[in-house]
């Protein structure tokens, strides 16, 4: 009898052991102002789907640029969340990785594009980026090039 009950046990087991990747529902892209990325401020609610009521376990794969200060952490409320402690450009890409904890290494990425609504980007040429001239051209030049540029901000660029 106790043989019957172990191998039911066995069988049990095997069955019950997941056979799909996680599901996220967490979408992309997220917009936050950057003064909301002080500290350990919340990016993003992070929701995967194990489709079998088993745990689910989150990490970061990776991030662009690398300087990004982006973390998975435990929230009061149970949830895991995506937060941030600084935002030194305007757009990251952050990797997430849902893994089902059972142990198959069965999981789903999400790239998550995250943009931060008050960080501009660098100013743009509107001249030419390249010049060239023989020096026995210019025995006394005053002026070589006119650059441009423009800032996205409407602020001055030097």
Request: with cysteine.
């Amino acid at each position: 009898m106790q043989t019957m009950y172990l191998l039911w046990i066995l069988l049990h087991v095997i069955i019950e052991v997941a056979t799909n990747s996680p599901t996220w529902t967490t979408s992309s892209p997220v917009s936050i102002a950057s003064t909301a990325c002080n500290g350990a401020s919340t990016v993003t609610t992070l929701n995967a789907d194990s489709g079998d009521s088993s745990t689910v376990l989150y990490s970061i794969v990776s991030q662009t640029p690398t300087d990004g200060g982006f973390a998975i952490t435990d929230h009061f409320s149970g949830n895991k969340i995506l937060t941030c402690t600084q935002a030194s450009v305007a757009s990251y890409v952050v990797v997430l990785r849902a893994t089902h904890d059972g142990g198959n290494g069965l999981h789903a990425d999400l790239t998550l594009t995250i943009t931060f609504t008050d960080i501009t980007s660098g100013p743009t040429w509107t001249s030419g980026t390249s010049y060239s001239l023989d020096k026995n051209d210019c025995t006394a030049c005053d002026t070589v090039a006119t650059l441009a540029a423009t800032s996205s901000d409407s602020t001055s660029v030097t």
